[in-house]
């Protein structure tokens, strides 16, 4: 496929998704949804591949929805855009299978918030900018996601106040996991990607899999989940043979 609205690299084990509609502040649209789904399920089949980075540039991330677009849709394709567009590549990006880590510099507002926050780790450079500015243009904004990551108070206030905010704020209430230069954004983003290809694969994605479920479980079933899990890693010979490794590192 001819990708007229992102870029695709695959190299040392990273998959790099690069929204590049900067002149439009990479918006969102049904044809931007529909390529980053052909690269996910790319990148997913691909099993060298141990990590995905999502990032617009050094510029922009994602400013939200293609207004201009929107404006042309008709009430009946409403839910068909949303459920199998937007829900389907975020959803697809929060289950990948590895972690996901989105590089975040310039706006990440609306759209391009929720893309940010269905991955796994934001690495933020000092000039971006988070907001939730659905309200205001008579929508609704992505709240699940967010109130697990910044508690249900902030939340709320990001959602219904539609407040952008700086990176230092986004650091400070636990949206960001890493604030660096702009300079040094994408570097830092495949620094993280590369300690994710550096571990033993099965560990990683099953790892990865579990903090998805046991989110959603009572603590009894957690610890269980843990627990098995935990022992279907250990009665393995890929974990002897890495534990062996570690034992007589530096003999």
């Not at 044809?31 to 789904?37: C, Y």
């Not at 399920?41 to 990032?55: N, P």
């Not at 709240?143 to 508690?151: C, E, N």
């Not at 400070?172 to 990607?193: T, W, Y």
Request: aromatic share 10%; charged share 30%.
């Amino acid at each position: 496929m001819e990708f007229q609205t992102i870029k695709f690299e695959k190299k040392e084990g990273i998959a790099t998704i690069t929204l590049s509609r900067p002149e439009k502040r990479n918006p969102l649209s049904p044809q931007v949804f529909q390529e980053l789904n052909v690269c996910l399920d790319d990148a997913d089949a691909d099993k060298s591949i141990a990590a995905v980075i999502i990032t617009g540039g050094d510029k922009v991330f994602c400013a939200g929805m293609d207004i201009a677009e929107m404006q042309t849709f008709k009430k009946e394709d409403t839910f068909t855009f949303w459920n199998t567009g937007y829900n389907v590549v975020f959803e697809k990006i929060y289950n990948f299978r590895v972690p996901t880590i989105a590089a975040v510099s310039g706006y990440a507002l609306a759209g391009g918030f929720d893309l940010s926050i269905s991955c796994d780790f934001r690495v933020i450079s000092d000039t971006a900018r988070f907001g939730q500015l659905e309200v205001d243009v008579h929508l609704s904004p992505g709240i699940d996601r967010l109130w697990r990551l910044v508690g249900l108070s902030r939340a709320k206030y990001l959602g219904m106040t539609c407040e952008i905010i700086n990176a230092q704020e986004a650091y400070r209430i636990g949206l960001a996991d890493k604030l660096v230069k702009v300079e040094d954004l994408q570097k830092e983003a495949r620094a993280l990607a590369a300690k994710f290809v550096a571990k033993p694969r099965e560990s990683l994605e099953k790892t990865k899999n579990s903090y998805i479920n046991v989110i959603n479980m009572d603590h009894k079933a957690a610890i269980n989940w843990e627990t098995l899990l935990l022992c279907n890693l250990f009665d393995n010979d890929e974990r002897k043979r890495i534990m062996d490794k570690f034992l007589n590192k530096g003999k």
